[in-house]
């Protein structure tokens, strides 16, 4: 069995779905991949905005890569803040279909599964790091029902099921100024200031790292 490297950080983001042309959440984690932050290495990956192949592909990267740290990122349009998510929970309940077509209704993400996860990240922690640096964030208590709280919650039941002290986690970040004129003026973050908040909140999650 191969040991879990003590350097990898795992950054997820989306591809576009319902309609949109790009996702916040993979240009994002995309400017960080190859970075080294406090000396692990940031590899980023897209996942597919399917219910039946998101988690797949996330399992695999896991196997792949077996990062100290993950954090799934997502888009939230509507929302002002970057805004890690506190819990996850065991429902798929779509509004819209997936980009496969899919719209489940009222499933859990793992059958028998506990009803909802706990976000292993500081949370707070990076809350305040971030509106220190004058970014707007804040803690959010729903990653909804859509592919996002379905990765959320398949990440740290997967992480769980491993053990070995994993932390996971997962942010959503908002539209991007040109994505938020075409919605009636929505709210939206710059490009740049979303991978500084996400270069921070992985700096803050590290193990062993003060908080």
């Not at 932050?37 to 039946?52: D, E, K, M, S, Y």
């Not at 499933?107 to 707007?136: C, F, H, T």
Request: charged residues 20%; positive net charge; hydrophobic residues 45%.
């Amino acid at each position: 069995m191969r040991r879990r490297s003590a350097r990898i950080v795992l950054l997820t983001g989306f591809e576009p779905f319902e309609g949109e042309t790009v996702n916040p959440s993979w240009l994002a984690v995309r400017r960080l991949h190859g970075r080294t932050i406090a000396g692990h290495r940031i590899v980023a990956r897209r996942l597919p905005t399917t219910f039946t192949d998101s988690l797949e592909a996330l399992r695999r990267h896991l196997r792949r890569f077996r990062p100290r740290l993950v954090i799934c990122v997502g888009q939230a349009g509507g929302r002002a803040e970057i805004m890690p998510e506190r819990v996850a929970i065991n429902l798929q309940d779509a509004r819209v279909p997936d980009n496969a077509g899919r719209m489940p209704r009222e499933l859990p993400v793992v059958p028998g599964g506990p009803a909802a996860y706990w976000s292993s990240l500081p949370v707070r922690s990076i809350v305040r790091a971030l509106k220190r640096r004058g970014i707007p964030a804040g803690v959010s208590l729903s990653a909804g029902t859509f592919v996002c709280n379905h990765v959320f919650y398949g990440l740290l039941h997967e992480l769980a099921r491993q053990g070995g002290g994993v932390r996971g986690g997962f942010i959503h970040v908002p539209f991007l100024p040109a994505q938020a004129a075409r919605h009636r003026d929505q709210p939206s973050l710059p490009l740049a200031m979303a991978v500084d908040a996400l270069a921070v909140a992985v700096r803050i999650s590290l193990p062993g790292r003060a908080h």
